[in-house]
């Protein structure tokens, strides 16, 4: 069954610290995955997308990494800020329905993240 | 202005009570989506849309109907609402490239509460 989990549920920084979130998934076969950030009361925001090939990629304080083999994903968030609370959420796209050309996207739960001052 | 607007943002009804929510879009995408969020959960597709007559189901599409009015206008009908029915409802827009990853561009979301 073609799942993405992350952990933690909820975490809670002091800001200015780095933190670390984690995605695994099944999904196969796999396309490629996103991050999304999601701020309370709003539609999520692509923060990065990686695909097979790439292992890392960075957009500003925010650094993903990809493990293709083991199907892991992390996203890293150095010096936090009180604007990074937020729920982050992992997207997988694998499968193609090929009637519809639609890539099936599974979405993760979600980690919740509060920095605090 | 946002780039996709769904009203109403917040809805309370009762059982057996007929809603509809409606998402306008100024990207100019083709492609339309309906999303249920529910707590602990991950985003579930309802139906989703890749032209004006193109209507598709999504994983959790029963006891929902959408309508797809213009290239700009995807909107999700309850029939009868029902109490589990109560979650917080996203459209989302994405171009017509799935090859280039398919970023969905969210609207910020219509609550609904069924009583």
């Known amino acids: 069954k073609n799942q993405v989990e992350q952990s933690p549920q909820s975490l809670i920084i002091l800001e200015g610290k780095n933190c670390t979130l984690q995605c695994n998934y099944t999904v196969s076969p796999f396309s490629n995955l996103r991050w999304y950030k999601q701020d309370t009361g709003r539609g999520p925001v692509s923060l990065t997308i990686m695909t097979f090939s790439e292992n890392t990629k960075s957009n500003g304080r925010y650094t993903a990494t990809l493990d293709a083999d083991t199907k892991q994903s992390s996203l890293h968030i150095t010096a936090s800020q009180l604007s990074d609370s937020a729920s982050y959420i992992c997207v997988v796209s694998g499968e193609i329905n090929m009637k519809t050309s639609y890539d099936k996207v599974i979405f993760g739960p979600g980690t919740s993240l509060s920095v605090i001052p | 202005d946002a780039d996709v607007t769904q009203t109403p943002r917040n809805r309370i009804t009762k059982t057996g009570k007929r809603i509809m929510l409606e998402c306008s879009q100024t990207k100019g995408h083709d492609r339309m989506y309906w999303y249920r969020q529910d707590p602990g959960l991950g985003l579930r597709l309802i139906y989703y849309s890749f032209d004006v007559k193109d209507i598709n189901k999504g994983e959790i599409s029963d006891g929902y109907s959408v309508s797809r009015q213009a290239q700009a206008k995807f909107s999700l009908s309850l029939e009868s609402a029902i109490p589990n029915q109560t979650a917080l409802y996203f459209c989302?827009?994405?171009?017509?490239?799935?090859?280039?990853?398919?970023?969905?561009?969210f609207g910020e979301g219509s609550r609904l509460t069924v009583l």
């Open positions: 989302a827009t994405s171009a017509s490239d799935y090859q280039r990853g398919g970023e969905l561009f």
